[in-house]
């Protein structure tokens, strides 16, 4: 039976995230450690082949495309950027210690957004509907092998509403520059939308993730 894959693959460190700032929407750059150590992923183990490449529109993912797969086109899909933050964007959960709505966000942030930022709940529903629209275009098209570089939260999510098998959201974890692969099934998919998750990528052994970095994925 015909099945498809997808490289779901985590964009490459930003200086920001590492000090601990929570960036979502804006539009930030690789570092320079966040570059070599992609640089050296793609030389010490390789990343699969894809027949399309998808790609978050903001930089550090793009970059991290033109590093892990250079001289390929990039078909960039809007919804599957990260979160916006809000009034947020670049501050540290010190920085936002003692704010109301920090602490309402903590709690419950499917229903209690940043301000102008957006609630988990129509993040978590943007970038399924980005996802799917790549699957089925990816199954239209007939495109067996296909790559999506995208962030950490993202990824963690959309594994969590359609991995098998089933796991919490911090259970799908990874490191910067590395990620899942999946295979989709035209029949499970159109019955239960859900994929499988049969691999990690690169094929290779994997560091632990930092739970601390992961925490504020980017």
């Known amino acids: 039976m015909q099945s498809y894959t997808l ?5 490459g460190a930003v200086e920001e995230t590492l000090r601990g700032h929570y960036i979502g929407s804006t539009d930030v750059h690789l570092s320079e450690k966040g570059r070599r150590s992609l640089q050296t992923i793609r030389d010490d183990f390789g990343y699969p082949q894809a027949e399309r490449l998808y790609s978050s529109p ?32 670049g501050k540290s959960a010190a920085d936002l210690a003692g704010d109301p709505a920090f ?14 930022g957006e609630t988990g709940k129509a993040f978590a529903r943007r970038i399924c509907k980005g996802f799917e629209q790549i699957v089925r275009e990816v199954m239209t098209e007939n495109i067996r092998t296909a790559a999506v570089v995208t962030h950490g939260g993202i990824i963690m999510t959309l594994l969590s509403v359609y991995g098998i098998p089933q796991a919490e959201s911090h259970q799908w974890r990874m490191d ?8 989709i099934t035209p029949s499970l998919w159109s019955r239960d939308k859900v994929a499988e998750v049969f691999d990690t990528v690169p094929f290779a052994p994997k560091p632990a993730a930092n739970s601390e970095e992961m925490q504020f994925f980017g």
């Open 7 to 11: 490289y779901l693959i985590r964009h």
């Open 58 to 89: 903001l930089s550090r993912c793009t970059e991290t495309c033109g590093i892990i797969y250079p001289n390929r086109d990039i078909q960039t899909v809007g919804a599957i950027s990260e979160c916006d933050f809000g009034d947020w964007e």
């Open 103 to 116: 602490a309402a966000w903590l709690q419950n942030s499917d229903q209690s957004p940043p301000p102008h």
């Open 176 to 183: 910067n520059g590395y990620g899942f692969a999946l295979r």
